[in-house]
């Protein structure tokens, strides 16, 4: 648990409810948390629902793992302890930004279930929806975007999940994405009909 080092604060409530916020926007803030190996598809499922739900009028952002770590994130690395910092790091900017009503999403490996369950934590039930990117770590190495699964197999890259470092499945998500069985499209419309189905947005029809 994060030592609080900080003294003499105290919380204050906003004047703009969350309740309300959602009964303006007509859907619910929550924390769209897409985990996964590298190359898994995890960034580009969440930029295509973004679009679908931005075409739907929904506000939301996607907290991208590398984008992140260009700024909040800079300072840290990828050892056990700073891959546990940044996870804490985002799992409360997420949270804020739900409380704010916009659908956040993260797009991070987040490899280990301690961090992913710490998160979740910070969140009412119902308001944090893991999603796994299941997807073979041969189809991942092949699509290989950035290089770095044969960076790491040749021993350039350190702790790299996957091949020098581990990823735990996650134990019971929300949804569970077959990237390498299914196409984009159809991925994101899981996501989209799970959303409809638990009242975080209205459905198509009722638009």
């Known amino acids: 648990m994060t030592e609080q080092k900080a003294t003499n604060i105290t919380w204050h409530k906003p004047l703009v409810t969350r309740d309300e916020r959602e009964q303006k926007n007509r859907y619910k803030g929550v924390v769209i948390w897409i985990t996964g190996l590298p190359s898994s598809g995890k960034s580009t499922l969440a930029h295509e629902v973004e679009r679908l739900l931005f075409e739907r009028g929904c506000n939301s952002y996607v907290l991208d793992g590398d984008n ?41 490996i987040s490899p280990y279930r301690e961090d992913r369950d710490r998160a979740r934590t910070l969140n009412e039930p119902g ?21 770095l699964w044969a960076k790491a197999r040749k021993g350039e890259l350190k702790e790299f999940t996957g091949v020098s470092a581990p990823y735990e499945d996650p ?37």
């Open 127 to 147: 308001r944090f929806i893991e999603v796994f990117c299941k997807c073979s770590a041969g189809e991942c190495e092949q699509r290989d975007p950035k290089g």
């Open 68 to 108: 992140i770590r260009h700024g909040l994130n800079k300072d840290l690395g990828f050892s056990p302890e700073d891959r546990n910092e940044n996870i804490r790091r985002i799992g409360e900017v997420a949270h804020l930004f739900a409380d704010a009503g916009v659908i956040a999403f993260t797009a991070f």
């Open 171 to 207: 134990l019971k998500p929300e949804i569970v994405v077959e990237t390498d069985k299914y196409s984009l499209a159809e991925c994101a419309e899981q996501v989209m009909r799970y959303l409809e189905e638990n009242g975080i947005i209205p459905s198509a029809s009722k638009r």
